[in-house]
């Protein structure tokens, strides 16, 4: 049977739409479990050299999550689409946050050392214009740091598949693919490092992990007990010496954007 296009349109929304409607829920899972995604955040900034007075970017910022792990010394700038979870970051960040597009940034051309994103990009269709705006406004030799889901992992797979079917809101991301990196090269960025990361989601229990995934992702059609379920399923857990790992796995690419050289 043939998807109705309406359904496909309202499956697929795009960041803002997504989060302007279900921020709330997500804040309160990040809320509930502060350190649950203490690896995720640390992995991304591994990646990044940050010296003393850097401008850091982070998008989209969502609650501001990034500064509790960012050190004192750099410059942090949030930014974010959807106004219900700028709100919510301005009650937790010391830092700036200023809402925005995806299309247009509020940042000068070349004045950005480092950009950061964390796992906000598969609700972002149109990529090309997104990568194009940060190519416009990190300094040359400064670098982007992309966390976020591949095609075809466990991950995307759980999102699209179980999330999509027990949420109201559905879920229809769009995954970081060889298109990806096409469109990362258009925009005039340099491919440095790409890797698959597995690593895990802590909490103190089982249930714990699915009471928070099932308010971080908007399941209001399906129990804890059925989220546990899935995430046993799709996922898998570790026995971790503070408690248990739930799997997860996202695809970093690290990218800069190269300096020109004039004759």
Sequence with gaps: ???????????????????????????????????????????????????????????PAGGGY??????DHIELTHLETSQLFAELGHSRSPHPLYLCDDHTLPLADDSVDWLLSVAGLHHVMDKQALFNEFARVLKPAAQLILADASQGSKVAEFLDGWVDSHSSLGHSGSYFNNRTLKELSSAGLALLRLQEKHYHWVFPDKMAAAHYCKHMFGVDLASDMQVLNALEHYLGFDVLPEGVGLKWQLQFIQCIKPVRHFD
């Design 66 to 71: 990034l500064s509790w792990y960012t050190p």
């Design 1 to 59: 049977m043939f998807e109705n296009q309406n359904d496909t349109l309202i499956r697929q929304q795009d960041y803002k739409s997504i989060f302007n409607q279900r921020a709330n829920a997500y804040h309160q899972a990040m809320l509930m479990h502060p350190n649950a995604r203490d690896q995720e955040f640390q992995a991304v900034l591994d990646y990044a050299r940050l010296a003393s007075g850097d401008h850091v970017v982070d998008y």
